[in-house]
């Protein structure tokens, strides 16, 4: 199996790093810059033209206004497509790339990467047990790296929409954004206030990546109690009781369900919709 990775900037040396320990090496790299291999250890083959790019799997990790048309280029020729977040910012160029895909018998699948988080999974498990929380608190601030391709709302705010849809498995009844800058020389909105408001649940997002200490804290209210999740120290606690979480690398888990072939096109139509309102 032939794998190509397009962008090679933070998250794409990330992708890189954990298909290498994955145990694949038949890795081609496509990027016009140059690459700095020592913090991946291996050196690939680098072709900078995408189009001249033959593979059987490829890695779609560059600006977000890029992936419609390189998305669309390989599912045409049947390549199965692994995507970051967002797909793309309309929902209609979303359904045609998800519609691709079935016509030409491909995958593409969106990086929604806390829908494979173990602690995600244990607080549905809870939620299952003890019913829908009244309220959820969710906090995703921390210092950069700065975008300039999207703003905060699409960039961090949409994990924790990825999140709540996973969490709650519904539709919110409303949506209320407010996108900000925290920092004035931003080149987009660094700071996002969300309310999303769900037949039992209201859902607060928290996000900015032009914030000094990093907050990763999850606070969800239930009728028994509180439970807290830091992402930061990968802990939750519910009611003082430390709850044991699986240490399995969520991107591992989301590679290895991307290579069996799963689609999400459900959960990225929500979220897409859901960060457009």
């Not at 016509?103 to 929604?112: E, S, T």
């Amino acid at each position: 199996m032939k794998i190509g990775i397009i962008g090679m900037g933070y998250w794409g040396k990330i992708i890189l790093r954990n298909l290498i320990e994955l145990g694949h090496s038949d890795i081609i790299v496509c990027e016009q810059r140059e690459i700095d291999w020592s913090s991946i250890g291996s050196k690939f083959h680098v072709e900078k033209d995408y189009k001249k790019l033959e593979c059987d799997k490829v890695f779609v990790l560059t600006p977000a206004t890029t992936h419609y048309e390189i998305c669309d280029h390989f599912l045409s020729k049947g390549v199965d497509v692994f995507c970051e977040k967002p797909l793309d910012q309309n929902i209609d160029r979303c359904k045609k790339l998800f519609e691709l895909a079935r016509k030409k018998n491909a995958v593409l699948f969106v990086d929604w990467l806390f829908s494979f988080n173990p602690a995600v999974h244990q607080i549905k498990s809870l939620i299952k047990q003890l019913g829908k929380p009244t309220n959820i608190i969710a906090n995703r601030m921390n210092f950069g790296p700065e975008r300039f391709d999207v703003n905060a709302r699409w960039d961090l705010a949409s994990h924790d929409v990825s999140i709540a849809c996973f969490l709650l498995d519904e539709n919110p009844e409303s949506v209320k954004w407010l996108d900000f800058k925290r920092n004035a020389k931003s080149k987009q909105d660094d700071s996002v206030v969300g309310v999303l408001s769900f037949e039992q649940t209201c859902v607060q997002i928290n996000a900015s990546w032009s914030y000094n200490i990093k907050n990763r804290l999850y606070t969800i209210e239930f009728d028994e109690g509180f439970l807290y999740w830091d992402d930061s120290n990968k802990s939750i606690i519910f009611n003082s009781e430390l709850i044991n979480v699986s240490n399995e690398s969520p991107l591992h888990i989301s590679i290895k369900q991307f290579f069996l072939g799963e689609s999400n096109n459900e959960l990225t139509e929500k979220i897409t919709k859901i960060l457009n309102e």
